[in-house]
């Protein structure tokens, strides 16, 4: 005979595949005709725009640029710039990827290194790493009791936290941000996003972040310095499930700057995208054994792997290096750009007593814990020392941990019984038993015809007992 087992549907996303690619790249940019030639390459602060992220039939590709500020040293003096973008094009392959799936992608420019070739050419070299998850459309089938008669059933309570949605929205960001001194004219900039808070409400996400600009601009001397464009963006998942946790991966699309010498100031327009990974607590009761002492029973069960509730805490890390140079040069602008995974890179345009400039570069690298995931990291101030042989590099950082667990459960997915079984009434109606240090009560139960609730019914709680009166009740 087959019993009804009444089962519970929760409509959630699970991974359906995951891959990581690495692409460098090599692009030569000239010197506009407009500008003399160059003597000394300085700056090439990049920044990473995201364009496209199309999934096909077993292959994805993203498309974006990444665009510099090309500062250079002219021959007969002075500090010039041109723009230049390097075209960005990644192919993943896997055969588990199609259109129906819902990516969130993690991009990091992980290496731009210029060189000057001659006079009038500049040639770009590095890498971008880009960590793509695509998630797909999972139906959970929750066994929580079964329609039988004389069957103890166990039940087991498990909260659990699966992703409920996946979305993906375009906004931008406009602000006009104060200049301590009165700009002539921009000699480079680099811009990021930083996501400060994600904040679930019903079945909308909140985010809340920064654009953050580092500048550097003719006063008529040069002079660097960081903006900040907030945004405030309200997306709608558009799911039937209240979001307890969300995670957000906010990129550019483009930036604009826009300088405005007379207000002393400058207008940045930001335009974005944001992908959001949302979760949902869920509560349940599985069933996850079965017993009767009239029936033979036959179990089908099946194993649930649930994601626990995450931990999540903010440390701060510092990366640290030491550098050596002239320490009789001038530091005039110095900045630092996070390259991935526990890698940064400090920037410093340097200055000697004659006026010529230079620029010296330097990795930073920082640890990151083992044991958890890093949601997100920030760069701070980048601190500039000077020492007996150079420079003491500081960077603070500060990381966004989530630790998540599963929990695999096995529940019963079919329950059929066989005749009645003859033996059954031969049991006696009361049995005392000897027990130890915390009984298993279910097992006792399930051994003697019994319940959970009747061995505690006859046995009061009267501290550690040897004995157990289990009373028969199927």
């Not at 040293?73 to 973008?85: I, K």
């Not at 464009?229 to 483009?254: E, K, M, N």
């Not at 805490?313 to 996070?338: I, K, N, S, W, Y």
């Not at 319940?451 to 501290?463: C, K, L, S």
Request: net charge negative.
């Amino acid at each position: 005979m087959e019993w009804n087992l009444q089962t519970r549907e929760t409509a959630c996303f699970a991974v359906a595949a995951s891959h990581t690619s690495e692409e460098r790249f090599s692009a030569d940019c000239v010197v506009p005709d407009t500008l003399p030639d160059a003597e000394r390459l300085l700056l090439a602060p990049g920044e990473l725009s995201l364009w496209r992220l199309d999934l096909d039939d077993g292959s994805a590709e993203l498309e974006g640029e990444i665009r510099c500020d090309l500062l250079y040293q002219a021959e007969g003096g002075g500090l010039l710039r041109f723009p230049a973008t390097v075209p960005v094009l990644l192919r993943m392959r896997d055969a588990a990827l199609s259109p129906a799936l819902r990516p969130v992608v993690e991009l990091h420019l992980t290496e731009l290194t210029p060189q000057l070739m001659n006079s009038r050419k500049v040639r770009l070299t590095g890498s971008v790493r880009a960590a793509l998850t695509a998630y797909g459309p999972e139906t959970l089938m929750l066994t929580e009791s079964a329609e039988a008669e004389e069957v103890l059933q166990q039940r087991t309570r498990v909260c659990f936290e699966p992703v409920t949605a996946v979305e993906e929205q375009v906004f931008s960001a406009v602000g006009t941000s104060a200049l301590r001194n009165g700009p002539e004219s921009l000699l480079a900039s680099r811009s990021e996003v930083l996501v400060d808070e994600v904040q679930c409400v019903d079945r909308r996400v909140i985010l809340q972040g920064r654009v953050r600009t580092a500048l550097l601009y003719l006063t008529p001397g040069p002079v660097s310095e960081v903006v900040e464009t907030p945004f405030s963006q309200l997306l709608d998942t558009g799911g039937d499930q209240a979001l307890v946790s969300a995670r957000a991966q906010v990129h550019l699309t483009s930036v604009k700057l826009h300088l405005l010498p007379e207000e002393q100031a400058v207008e940045v327009e930001a335009h974005l995208v944001a992908q959001v990974c949302g979760r949902s607590r869920v509560e349940a009761e599985l069933l996850t054994d079965a017993y009767s002492n009239r029936t033979l029973l036959e179990q089908e069960t099946e194993t649930l792997t649930l994601p626990l509730p995450a931990e999540t805490e903010q440390q701060r890390v510092f990366a640290e290096a030491e550098l050596a140079c002239d320490p009789g040069h001038t530091t005039m602008a110095a900045f630092a750009v996070l390259r991935g995974p526990g890698c940064a890179e400090a920037i410093l345009l340097r200055q000697d007593g004659e006026g010529s400039c230079s620029a010296l570069r330097q990795t930073l690298r920082y640890e990151l814990p083992e044991d958890c995931a890093v949601r997100s990291a920030a760069a701070g101030e980048l601190s500039v020392t000077p020492t007996a042989e150079g420079l003491r590099l500081r960077l603070p950082i500060t990381l966004e941990l989530e630790r998540r667990e599963t929990l695999a459960v096995t529940q019963i997915a079919a329950l059929a019984g066989e005749e009645p079984n003859d033996a059954a009434g031969a049991m006696p109606s009361l049995t005392l038993i000897r027990v130890g240090e915390s009984p298993d009560l279910w097992q006792i139960a399930k051994t003697h015809a019994s319940t959970v609730e009747a061995i505690r019914a006859a046995n009061p709680e009267d501290g550690q007992r040897t004995y157990l009166a289990v009373p028969k009740v199927i």
